[in-house]
């Protein structure tokens, strides 16, 4: 490695040094010593973009619906778009029926590139950070370099590929800078995505069994190297609030040492953990729910629809609905989890309608109801029915309780056993999230009953706020 890459993150850590009273080393014990930083406990939402190449052709096959890995029909009709150039190699799939039918047989992926610089200058960073705002989102996430090694920022490391050109890995656009620009300045924390367990252009595959995902995985001291000075190039270059890798990292790319000179850089950031290594802030389970409480913190990533990157064969029946998705973030933070939303933006940076649909239907009912999400804490339990059969979710916020109705009510009254004597007492008082009048709340047979109003503020679910309940 160049010296000229070490010297910017030689610079930024020793100014964060100054301003931090701990300094982190490259080893575990070290790293668990960094507190989870409270912004991102309370944060809840984050929006995750999936932007690159792969966002040209846009396409994958929708036969297979489901995210098991494990299933080699998965690697056949892979439901993520951005994992075109492998299923593009797969023989006889219908990403390569259908790339040879629009693009021609002599039309390789890395030529995507020249219409990704084209299309990406139309792109406007502000219009996602308003969309991204107005969804009640508090972080963002980007793709800096996905798994074809293609990077969205002016690198200086050198990429040794040796049959591609540099126009071919790199875009023109500083897309990296000009988000974490765009997102600041729009009161949202800006992440950074990289791919360290896999780069195409180091260890070409592709996958075609389960053994490969794998086997694929460069392990050469010289992608180690590489993936070392381009992480830390972003570390200096934008100070992400979070660092969010993806897959593995090189064994030769000392992960430990990463995550120091990140936390020395940034001390109010955090790490995923896919790093290989037993640190992490939180943990990331991908198109799943935790069923309990968890005392880690945890995020689900997943996209509104099927796929991360940009799918153009999704539409409605392939999208999340509004209610399923208020309903999944929900339950997510009543289980000490935050949400991180992707979305998949056209290669001219416009985000499809349908998922802007869902991110108006989300931001509207945080809008109303966004109490009982940010800066919550989980209750003594995460979920329960009322008598009359609702899905309930609970979150805390010092001596209030918010006890959410998953769906339209079905009465007018909710009683639920596990609020007992021992909880509520005659100082609590109920109120409905965006309705004035306060609720009757009284005690029988030791449960809570709750009188709701005829009429009810809003759609999808409905927060009860209780004022002064016992722990």
């Given at each position: 490695?160049?010296?000229?890459?070490l010297?910017?993150l030689l610079?930024?850590?020793?100014?964060?040094?100054?301003?931090?009273?701990?300094?982190?080393?490259?080893?575990?014990a070290?790293?668990?010593?960094?507190?989870?930083?409270?912004?991102?406990?309370?944060a809840?939402?984050?929006?995750?973009?999936?932007?690159?190449?792969?966002s040209?052709?846009?396409?994958a096959p929708?036969v297979?619906?489901?995210?098991?890995?494990e299933?080699?029909?998965?690697?056949?009709?892979?439901?993520?778009?951005?994992?075109?150039?492998?299923v593009?190699?797969?023989?006889?799939?219908?990403t390569?029926?259908?790339?040879?039918?629009?693009y021609?047989?002599?039309?390789g992926?890395y030529?995507?590139?020249?219409?990704?610089?084209?299309e990406?200058?139309k792109?406007n960073?502000?219009?996602?950070?308003q969309?991204?705002?107005?969804a009640?989102?508090r972080?963002a996430?980007?793709?800096?370099?996905?798994?074809?090694?293609?990077?969205?920022?002016?690198?200086?490391v050198?990429?040794p590929?040796?049959t591609?050109?540099?126009?071919q890995?790199?875009?023109?656009?500083d897309?990296?800078?000009?988000?974490?620009?765009?997102?600041?300045?729009?009161?949202?924390?800006?992440g950074?995505?990289?791919?360290?367990?896999?780069?195409?252009?180091?260890?070409?595959?592709?996958?075609?069994e389960?053994?490969?995902y794998?086997?694929?995985?460069?392990?050469s001291?010289?992608?180690?190297?590489?993936?070392?000075?381009?992480?830390?190039e972003?570390i200096?270059?934008?100070?992400?609030?979070?660092?969010?890798?993806?897959?593995?990292?090189?064994?030769?790319?000392?992960a430990?040492?990463?995550e120091?000179?990140?936390?020395?850089?940034?001390?109010?950031?955090?790490?995923?953990?896919?790093?290989?290594?037993?640190?992490?802030?939180?943990?990331?389970?991908?198109?799943?729910?935790?069923?309990k409480?968890?005392?880690?913190?945890?995020?689900?990533?997943?996209?509104?629809?099927?796929?991360?990157?940009?799918?153009?064969?999704?539409?409605?029946?392939?999208?999340?609905?509004?209610?399923?998705l208020i309903?999944?973030?929900v339950?997510?933070?009543?289980?000490?989890?935050n949400?991180?939303?992707?979305?998949?933006?056209?290669?001219?940076g416009?985000?499809?309608?349908?998922q802007m649909?869902r991110?108006?239907?989300?931001?509207?009912?945080l809008?109303?109801?966004?109490?009982?999400?940010?800066?919550?804490?989980p209750?003594?339990?995460?979920?329960a029915?009322?008598?009359?059969?609702?899905?309930?979710?609970f979150t805390?916020?010092?001596?209030?309780?918010?006890v959410?109705?998953?769906g339209?009510?079905?009465?007018?009254?909710?009683?639920?056993a596990?609020?007992?004597?021992?909880?509520v007492?005659?100082?609590?008082s109920?109120?409905?999230?965006?309705?004035?009048?306060?609720?009757?709340?009284?005690?029988?047979?030791?449960?809570?009953?709750?009188q709701?109003p005829?009429?009810?503020?809003?759609?999808?679910?409905?927060?009860?706020k209780?004022?002064?309940?016992?722990?």
């Amino acid at each position: 490695m160049k010296l000229r890459f070490l010297l910017p993150l030689l610079v930024a850590g020793s100014l964060a040094c100054a301003q931090s009273a701990v300094k982190y080393e490259p080893t575990i014990a070290s790293l668990d010593r960094h507190p989870l930083p409270a912004w991102y406990d309370g944060a809840k939402l984050g929006i995750f973009i999936h932007y690159g190449l792969y966002s040209v052709p846009g396409w994958a096959p929708l036969v297979h619906p489901g995210h098991d890995f494990e299933n080699t029909e998965t690697i056949v009709n892979n439901p993520y778009a951005e994992w075109y150039l492998n299923v593009l190699r797969v023989p006889g799939s219908p990403t390569a029926v259908w790339h040879r039918e629009h693009y021609g047989a002599n039309f390789g992926y890395y030529d995507f590139a020249l219409l990704f610089n084209t299309e990406s200058k139309k792109w406007n960073p502000d219009a996602w950070a308003q969309a991204f705002q107005m969804a009640g989102a508090r972080y963002a996430v980007l793709t800096t370099k996905h798994h074809e090694g293609f990077a969205l920022w002016p690198t200086e490391v050198p990429n040794p590929a040796p049959t591609l050109k540099a126009s071919q890995l790199r875009s023109e656009r500083d897309v990296v800078g000009d988000y974490v620009t765009a997102m600041r300045k729009h009161g949202i924390r800006a992440g950074l995505y990289y791919s360290g367990g896999y780069d195409w252009t180091f260890n070409a595959g592709p996958i075609l069994e389960n053994a490969d995902y794998e086997t694929v995985k460069p392990q050469s001291v010289a992608y180690g190297r590489y993936a070392f000075a381009q992480i830390h190039e972003l570390i200096a270059r934008y100070k992400p609030d979070v660092l969010w890798n993806d897959i593995d990292w090189p064994k030769t790319g000392k992960a430990m040492e990463v995550e120091a000179d990140y936390y020395n850089a940034v001390p109010e950031g955090v790490v995923d953990d896919r790093f290989g290594i037993a640190h992490t802030d939180f943990t990331s389970p991908e198109y799943q729910k935790l069923e309990k409480i968890s005392e880690k913190k945890w995020e689900e990533c997943r996209g509104l629809g099927r796929s991360f990157g940009y799918n153009r064969a999704e539409g409605e029946a392939e999208t999340i609905a509004p209610e399923e998705l208020i309903a999944l973030l929900v339950d997510i933070v009543s289980k000490n989890g935050n949400l991180l939303l992707d979305v998949g933006p056209e290669a001219d940076g416009t985000i499809p309608p349908v998922q802007m649909s869902r991110l108006e239907a989300l931001g509207a009912w945080l809008k109303q109801n966004g109490e009982a999400i940010y800066d919550t804490k989980p209750w003594v339990r995460a979920t329960a029915k009322s008598a009359e059969g609702d899905d309930l979710r609970f979150t805390r916020k010092g001596a209030d309780l918010y006890v959410t109705v998953l769906g339209a009510p079905k009465a007018h009254t909710l009683t639920v056993a596990e609020l007992s004597d021992a909880t509520v007492s005659g100082k609590t008082s109920a109120a409905l999230l965006g309705v004035a009048k306060p609720l009757t709340i009284a005690m029988k047979d030791g449960k809570a009953v709750i009188q709701l109003p005829a009429e009810l503020s809003g759609k999808y679910a409905y927060v009860i706020k209780l004022t002064g309940v016992a722990r």
